[in-house]
Nanobody, 121 residues
């Protein structure tokens, strides 16, 4: 089975930085787009950033200039560098990947279990 394991969350003061990592493992033929989403209590799940296999990126407007998504294809890992963090960035951050596995026709969606990011004084 495919697993996505996230790390790097925690408590940080406003203006601080965190770097999230998400390692994908299992029986994998290909990994397509990888992305980070976040979900704050009482709010909808929002896309934070997305990165394609070739490295093209898309950011939500509120994250542009502060967050940077990157990936290491050799390690099947996606990262999210978060700078200038604000209290409104507080949420559970989820890793997502499109994965093609042996025996499957196309790509399937896989999610990590989430890592808590809390921005507070």
């Amino acid at each position: 089975q495919v697993q996505l394991v996230e790390s790097g969350g925690g408590l940080v003061q406003p203006g601080g930085s965190l770097r999230l990592s998400c390692a994908t493992s299992g029986s994998i033929l290909n990994i397509g787009d990888m992305a980070w989403y976040r979900h704050a209590p009482g709010k909808q799940r929002d896309l934070v950033a997305r990165i394609t296999m070739g490295g093209s990126t898309v950011y939500a407007d509120s994250m542009k200039g502060r967050f940077t998504i990157s990936r290491d294809n050799a390690k099947n890992t996606v990262y999210l560098q978060m700078n200038s963090l604000k209290p409104e960035d507080t949420a559970v951050y989820y890793c997502h990947a499109e994965v093609r596995v042996p025996g499957a026709y196309g790509y399937a969606d896989y999610w990590g279990q989430g890592t808590q990011v809390t921005v507070s004084s």
